[in-house]
């Protein structure tokens, strides 16, 4: 009993001291002391990333938060509430998407919709007389 009593304040020991845990309050019921330990989860959401259209994924259209690694559309990447910018890698032949915000929320998802265009071509003839 003595060894799992050690184990276990040795275990609330680390968790005070990684932060895992904080100490809320100390109180006092009939004579007995209770300790009451507060949990601090982090306030994180889901960020979803849809590109379209299938052609322009098949020509590399990726997506990335705030300048880091590309990633392919469909992609959920879990966040601290924040806002990020979202960006769209420029692929020949299409034009991308315009940069975005996006607003992480507390236990939901954000989705922000990447929609490529195709550059089309101008062709302009000058006649002249012969």
Known sequence: MAKIFKIFLFSMILALAFGIL????????????RWLAEVHAEQIGTLHVVITPQE??????????????????????????????????????WAAPSTRTASIVDGQITEINGVYSQNTGALAVTLTPQ
Do not use: C, H, M, P
Not at 22 to 33: K, N, P, W
Not at 72 to 82: D, T
């Open 56 to 93: 322009a994924i098949d020509d590399g259209a990726q997506w990335r938060v705030d300048g880091g690694a590309w990633r392919n559309g469909g992609a959920y990447v879990v966040l601290e509430v924040s806002s990020y910018t979202v960006d769209f890698k420029i692929i020949s032949g």
């Open 22 to 33: 904080s100490l809320s309050g100390l109180s006092s019921e009939f004579g007995q002391a």
